[in-house]
């Protein structure tokens, strides 16, 4: 099956800093999904984004699909951006393969 | 448009009892997908369902685990004969399968404690 490797796996900020998330993927996708989990476990939707780029207020993505990876940019870091950030994709039929995250703590 | 919603948030049980766990789609979300999320781990894909159909289970499904759709509205998932290893966040998703934008919206998830 598709692999999914996400990096880094631990990142610590202090508030207002900038960071970058990868996730590589060893196959074709049609879908891709970048997700946060916060604290109670809930996985809240940030982006679906097979190909290019998108934003959303302090965050953006982009899915380059041909070099198979995308990145999930965070700029101006606040404490509750704080959580783990999971890439999910999708290759054929409807199943979502996750990666391991990324946990991210942002300090004050 | 209330979300996907799970019930109960938490169950403790003992080891060999029977649980079940249910999940309300949102409205006229077509698809229903549960996931097993253990500590460190990202989520992993149990099975999936259009409206009532079960289309696909994966090998993490044992036997012991059987998941219902009966009015492609709601879905139930039973867990028999419970062991430690079951031990688990267990996630609910829905989505409108629209093959432009197919999004998978996630629910709270029950968390499982066998002891």
């Known amino acids: 099956g598709i692999q999914v490797e996400q990096s880094p796996p631990d990142l610590i900020l202090q508030e207002g800093a900038n960071s970058t998330l990868r996730c590589n993927f060893s196959?074709?996708?049609?879908?891709l999904q970048w997700f946060h989990q916060n604290p109670w476990g809930q996985l809240i939707n940030l982006f679906y984004i097979p190909s290019g780029t998108k934003q959303n207020g302090r965050l953006s993505a982009t899915t380059v699909a041909t070099e198979r990876y995308s990145l999930l940019y965070i700029s101006s870091s606040q404490t509750t951006d704080s959580g783990v950030y999971f890439c999910?994709?999708?290759?054929?039929?409807?199943?979502?393969?996750f990666g391991e995250g990324t946990q991210l703590t942002v300090n004050p | 448009d209330t979300g996907v919603s799970q019930n109960p948030r938490h169950k403790i049980t003992k080891r060999g009892q029977n649980v079940t766990f249910r999940c309300d789609p949102i409205s006229e979300h077509n698809r229903l997908y549960w996931y097993r999320q253990t500590l460190g781990q990202g989520p992993e894909f149990l099975t999936y369902f259009q409206n009532e159909a079960q289309l696909e289970k994966s090998r993490l499904l044992s036997d012991r685990f059987s998941a219902e759709r009966p009015k492609g509205s709601f879905s139930t998932l039973e867990i028999q004969r419970t062991e430690q290893g079951d031990s688990a966040m267990y996630l609910c998703?829905?989505?409108?399968?629209?093959?432009?934008?197919?999004?998978?919206?996630f629910g709270p998830g029950t968390r499982l404690t066998v002891l």
């Open positions: 998703a829905s989505s409108p399968w629209d093959r432009v934008t197919d999004t998978q919206y």
């Open positions: 999910a994709v999708e290759t054929s039929g409807s199943r979502l393969t």
């Open positions: 196959d074709s996708v049609n879908n």
